[in-house]
């Protein structure tokens, strides 16, 4: 009998888990799908709060895509509106460059 309670609670317990996960799951769905719905629009840099919506949103529109290195740099110092802002490495700074620099 004793058995059977622990099993029995044991589901209990697993199913409202389940139940929380799927609330959280539509809730994810429904900001995703009013993000993608919406045009970015309104800051650039860091100067207002509102700027922590815009990354997540962002992340709504792009996944897990929006942050990998190539992409976050250049949303991360600039803002996540910034279409222009880029980060390069030492490498390719250096090769960019290389027209500049004086021949000898």
Not at 47 to 70: S, T
């Amino acid at each position: 009998m004793n058995t059977f309670v622990r099993r029995l609670r044991y589901l209990l317990k697993s199913s409202r888990r389940e139940a929380e996960l799927r609330e959280e799951i539509e809730a994810h769905r429904a900001h995703r799908q009013d993000a993608l719905e919406r045009p970015m629009m309104g800051l650039r840099g860091n100067e207002n709060r509102k700027i922590y919506d815009l990354h997540y949103e962002g992340f709504l529109k792009q996944g897990w895509a929006y942050l990998k290195p190539g992409n976050f740099v250049h949303h991360c110092t600039d803002g996540p509106e910034c279409p222009i802002a880029f980060a390069f490495s030492k490498a390719e700074a250096r090769q960019l460059f290389s027209r500049f620099l004086p021949r000898w």
